[in-house]
């Protein structure tokens, strides 16, 4: 019940930054509480919530949690049909990204974001080869959930463009 984590996240993260024990902490309950928002149909909040975080780390070195909100910010906007919004937040991740070494799953949610834009902007074969990187990287690290995940943004994108068996594969 997505409502009932929405809950004991927003209780666990007390509500102002001053609160909460360590940034890390609050930034993180604030990733997973956007989550929890959006899969009950609030975008709205959850980009409010991920833009605070942002705003929070940018300046402060905490480079993974950072990656982490704007990709849940750019697969959120691109969710929405936002591409311009989705390519912005990458565009900013891969500035970030240069400068870390080691990012591991969070590298397949990267291409998963870029799949999404790529097929998007009718480029399937460049969204396809993006998508199988973030399958092998998603599986390679054991991320089950971001994996279907994957699955149901391939199915999203090939039903949207009328491939119905692509879609139901």
Request: proline content about 1%.
């Amino acid at each position: 019940d997505w409502s009932a984590a929405e809950a004991a996240l927003r209780a666990e993260r007390g509500g102002t930054e001053a609160e909460m024990r360590s940034r890390w902490e609050w930034c993180g309950l604030g990733v997973w509480l956007a989550q929890a928002v959006r899969l009950q149909g609030d975008h709205a909040q959850a980009d409010g919530l991920l833009d605070a975080v942002v705003a929070v780390l940018a300046d402060r070195g905490v480079r993974p949690m950072e990656v982490a909100a704007r990709l849940d910010l750019a697969l959120g906007r691109l969710e929405q049909g936002d591409v311009a919004g989705g390519r912005a937040q990458l565009e900013r991740i891969r500035a970030v990204v240069e400068r870390m070494e080691d990012w591991r799953g969070l590298a397949g949610r990267m291409a998963l974001a870029e799949a999404v834009v790529a097929w998007s902007e009718g480029d399937e074969d460049e969204g396809s080869a993006r998508l199988a990187a973030a399958l092998e990287l998603f599986r390679r690290f054991r991320l089950p959930w971001e994996e279907a995940e994957a699955w149901l943004w391939q199915s999203r994108l090939r039903s949207g463009a009328g491939d119905a068996a692509g879609a139901a594969a």
